[in-house]
T-cell receptor, first 108, second 115 residues
Framework: DAKTTQPPSMDCAEGRAANLPCNHS???????VYWYRQIHSQGPQYIIH???NNETNEMASLIITEDRKSSTLILPHATLRDTAVYYC?????????FGKGTSLLVTP | KAGVTQTPRYLIKTRGQQVTLSCSPI?????VSWYQQTPGQGLQFLFE???????NKGNFPGRFSGRQFSNSRSEMNVSTLELGDSALYLC??????????????FGPGTRLLVL
C-alpha cells in the first residue's frame, strides 16, 4: 500500500499557482520523494524528485519540510494542460508505489 | 531522444488466451519495468528486468512473466487470461546503473481488454 496521503481532488484557476500537498508520515531518511502525473489514459509523466532540499525544474517546484513529513508540489502558472492526477511517492526501493493521487482540475 | 514505446497500443483477447506485450526503452536505458493499472487496484508494480535478468518482482501470480533481450527491449506475457487482467499495462525504463533510485520514464501503455 502507498505510504503517502494526498487530497483526492483540487481545483485551480488557469494562470494561478497550483499547490499540491502530500503527507509522508512514515518516510525514512533514505527515501526520496517523487512526483509523477498522469493525464487521462496516458502513461505517468515524471515531474520532479528530492530528498531533503527544495528542488525546481522547468515543470515545477518541490518544497519538502524540514522534518520531511510533508511536501508540496508547486505548478507556478497552471494551464488547462496541467489537468491530471498527481501522485507523490515515498521511494525506498526500485518499484514506484503509486497511491490514489490528487485529481487536479484547472479551470478557465 | 525518443521515449519509451509500447506495442500494440490496444488489444482484445478472450478468457483463456495468452498475450504478449512489447516495450522498447529509451536509448541507453538498460532497465525495464512493467506496471499494471486497473480502476480498482490502481498502478501496481509487476517486475523489473536488467541485463536480461529479472531483478525485482511485485506480487503477481506466475501467469505474468517477462523477459528482456540483449538490446534491452522487453516483452511481457500473460497466460490463461482472466477477465480481471483487463488493464492498462505500462512499461517504464531507467538507466539501470544503480539499481535503486533512478528516475523511471513511462511509455503510453497497452490497453488490454479480456472478454
Amino acid at each position: 500500500d502507498a505510504k503517502t496521503t494526498q487530497p483526492p481532488s483540487m481545483d485551480c484557476a488557469e494562470g494561478r499557482a497550483a499547490n499540491l500537498p502530500c503527507n509522508h508520515s512514515t518516510i525514512s531518511g533514505n527515501e526520496y520523494v517523487y512526483w509523477y502525473r498522469q493525464i487521462h489514459s496516458q502513461g505517468p509523466q515524471y515531474i520532479i524528485h528530492g530528498l531533503k532540499n527544495n528542488e525546481t525544474n522547468e515543470m515545477a517546484s518541490l518544497i519538502i519540510t524540514e522534518d520531511r513529513k510533508s511536501s508540496t508540489l508547486i505548478l507556478p502558472h497552471a494551464t488547462l494542460r496541467d489537468t491530471a492526477v498527481y501522485y507523490c511517492i515515498d521511494r525506498s526501493g526500485y518499484a514506484l508505489n503509486f497511491g490514489k493521487g490528487t485529481s487536479l482540475l484547472v479551470t478557465p | 531522444k525518443a521515449g519509451v514505446t509500447q506495442t500494440p497500443r490496444y488489444l482484445i483477447k478472450t478468457r483463456g488466451q495468452q498475450v504478449t506485450l512489447s516495450c522498447s526503452p529509451i536509448s541507453g536505458h538498460r532497465s525495464v519495468s512493467w506496471y499494471q493499472q486497473t480502476p480498482g487496484q490502481g498502478l501496481q508494480f509487476l517486475f523489473e528486468y536488467f541485463s536480461e535478468t529479472q531483478r525485482n518482482k511485485g506480487n503477481f501470480p506466475g501467469r505474468f512473466s517477462g523477459r528482456q533481450f540483449s538490446n534491452s527491449r522487453s516483452e511481457m506475457n500473460v497466460s490463461t487470461l482472466e477477465l480481471g487482467d483487463s488493464a492498462l499495462y505500462l512499461c517504464a525504463s531507467s538507466l539501470g546503473a544503480s539499481g535503486g533510485q533512478e528516475t523511471q520514464y513511462f511509455g503510453p501503455g497497452t490497453r488490454l481488454l479480456v472478454l
